[in-house]
């Protein structure tokens, strides 16, 4: 189960679980997806015992892009299109 968490509700980033500071971890293949429309970063916990890892929203990294997603919705839609498509004739 993908999670989104809010970047901004914490101060600094800040493990939802545990409340210890997160790290920035390498995106997966699918959560680029999401981002073509949402600034989501995934973080992992840096502490041993808690092992949550997932993905947060930044709102100000959304002020900033808010002139690119037009943009980003137009390439998202043409590319699920294009699947549909492709799915569609094979």
């Keep these: 189960m993908m999670r989104v968490e809010d970047h901004d509700s914490y101060p600094c980033p800040a493990c939802p679980v545990c409340g210890e500071p997160l790290d920035r971890a390498r995106r997966r293949w699918a959560d680029r997806f999401p981002s073509l429309l949402l600034p989501l970063k995934r973080y992992s916990c840096?502490?041993?015992?808690?092992?949550?890892?997932?993905?947060?929203?930044?709102?100000?990294?959304?002020e900033r892009r808010r002139v690119k997603t037009p943009l980003r919705l137009a390439i998202a839609l043409v590319v699920v299109l294009a699947i549909v498509l492709l799915i569609r004739w094979y």
Aim: with cysteine.
């Design 46 to 62: 840096l502490t041993s015992s808690c092992h949550w890892e997932g993905l947060r929203y930044s709102r100000g990294e959304a």
